[in-house]
Structure formats: C-alpha cells, structure tokens
C-alpha cells in the first residue's frame, strides 16, 4: 500500500497563507500540479517533503502521522527541488556517488544503483564528464537521477521539464510514465501538455488553495458548452468581444477574425459555432495564458 493523505494543510507567513486547508489523497500513479508562479506549488510540496512544516493540518502516510514515522518517512522521499544545483566540476557518477553517500547507500550496492540510474536517464555514456559542462536538460536529468537513488516510494519533482526542449521532454514524460506504478509521483508544472500526457490526476492551485482536482476528462467535462469560436468581419465585433468573453485565442485571416471564446450563454454573433474544449481553455478560464504553452 502506499497512500498519501493531506488534511488541511496550512502555511501562514505573518498574515499571508502561502497555502490553506489543502486536503487532497495521493495513491500511486502521477498527479500534476498546475497553477501560476506564486500559486502555492512549491510550499505545497515542501511541506510534503518536509522541508517546510505546516502551521496548520496534517499529513498520513499509509495511516500514520509523518512526525511519528520521522526518518522512515524521510527515507521514502526522493525530491528534485526547482533550484536543484549541481557541483560543477564534479562528473555524473561523482556527484552520484556524492549524494548517495549523504542518503546512507554506500559500497557495491550504491555503485550498482548509480550505474542503472545513469542508464536510466540516459547519461551512462557521458558518467565521467563534468555536470558543469552539462546542458540544462542533462543536469535535469541528474537530478532526477538523485531524486531516485533511495528507491522512493513518493517521488517530488518541482517544475522538472522547465528548460528542457521537447526531445528531452518526451524522454522525461517516458520515464515517469514507467516508474508511476509503484510510487506516488508528484510534479509541478506550468506546462499544459506535461499534465496531458502524463498525469492520472491534475490539482489546479490559485493563491494557496485547490481550485480544482481530477482526471483530464473530469477537468474538460467541466468547461463543456463552454467554449465558442466565432468568426467575424467587423473590427468592431472583435473589440466588442473581447470586453465581453475570457478570449484564449485569436486568429487573424486575410479577410476575416476567429476568435476562440469561454462563455456561460450562448455568444449572438452571426457565425458562432460550440467547439470541444481542451485543457488550455480550463487554463485560461481559471488563470491567464501566459506561461502555459509548450516553450
Ligand atoms: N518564506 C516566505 N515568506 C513569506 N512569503 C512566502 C515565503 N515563501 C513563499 N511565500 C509566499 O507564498 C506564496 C506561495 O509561494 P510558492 O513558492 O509556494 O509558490 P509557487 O506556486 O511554487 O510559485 P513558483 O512556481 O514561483 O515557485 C507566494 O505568494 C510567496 O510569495
């Protein structure tokens, strides 16, 4: 069994909540964070991790209360923090072998664990060279390397597809893809597609609190009949409607507008079609845009 319970979780810093009365149920598989800077993301998985202890509410682990378990809970947690810093001229497998040590592993167990990790993220062939020559990808990749030395039974990534292009991307979704059966996977994002293709349940976050929590389809069944593209002519139409609507996209032809439109009612504009909507549009429909599209 491996259940993660959250119970009101709360982080207060003099006045403000960083987070409040965050209650969510974690069991194996990926769940993605989603929601814009300063949303709450990363007090929320700091307090999971232990960094940072809450003000407020509780955390279970599998029915017991992590102060109790202390160390044995610490030991089930492999983390990849958003600033994660490499030293520069150690080498892959050194600084492996680095944090290894910090984590307790030593000896041939640790040396056969970091050999299967570099190969894991695909750094095998480069193991002796320098991290600090390294692109922002591969050092990812390090790092989620680390994260996974202990074996963790609850795996915390803080934005770990930020900085990586789109090959590496693929590769990264892959592999949390094949590790989510038998650990609980945590991932904060900005990026839409990151959360469409991999996580089994998506938590959106907006200043400290969930706005939303549940599958992909759960998510867009929730915007349906929502969404509206209209075509238009008239400049004076298109000004009109983005006073009126949350517009998320706009398109100019050679002769005319479409305007892709979130609406409660019906928009009375002569050609005004309903469209399926998609995870963008929730996005924008609870946050803004910015940010949320594949770099
Ligand atoms: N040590 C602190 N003291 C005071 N306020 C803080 C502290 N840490 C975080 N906050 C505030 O709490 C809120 C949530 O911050 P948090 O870092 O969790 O957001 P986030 O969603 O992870 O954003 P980002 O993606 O930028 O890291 C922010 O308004 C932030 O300014």
Known sequence: MNKLELKNLTKTYGTKN???????TFENGVY???????????????????LIEPSKGEIIYNGKNIKE??????????????????????????????????????GKYARKKIDKL??????????????????????????????????PKILVLDEPTAGLDPQERARFRNLISQMSK?????LSTHIISDIESIAKETIMIKDGAILMKGSHKDILLGME???????????????????KYKVVN?????????????????PQY??????????????????????TKEM
């Open 18 to 24: 960083a987070n409040s009365n965050i209650t969510i």
């Open 32 to 50: 993605g964070l989603l929601g814009p800077n300063g949303a709450g993301k990363t007090t929320l998985m700091k307090q999971i991790t232990t």
């Open 118 to 151: 570099l190969k894991l993220v695909g750094l095998y062939e480069v193991r002796n060279k320098a991290v600090g020559k390294f692109s922002g990808g591969m050092k990812r990749r390090v790092g989620i390397a680390q994260a996974l030395l202990n074996d």
């Open 250 to 266: 706009i398109q100019r032809g050679v002769n005319d507008v479409e305007l892709r439109i979130i609406s409660d009612n019906v």
């Open 270 to 291: 002569k050609e005004t079609k309903a469209v399926e909507p998609k995870f963008e549009d929730v996005y924008m429909f609870y946050f803004d845009l910015e940010n």
């Open 69 to 106: 378990l202390d160390e044995k809970y610490r030991d089930l947690i492999g983390y990849l923090p958003q600033d994660f810093g490499v030293y520069k001229n150690f080498s892959a497998k050194q600084f492996l072998q680095y944090v290894a040590a910090l984590k307790g592993l030593s």
């Open 225 to 243: 009949g929502k969404v509206y593209r209209i075509k238009t002519d008239s400049e004076n139409e298109v000004y009109e409607i983005q006073n």
């Open 182 to 186: 038998e650990k609980i996977i945590i």
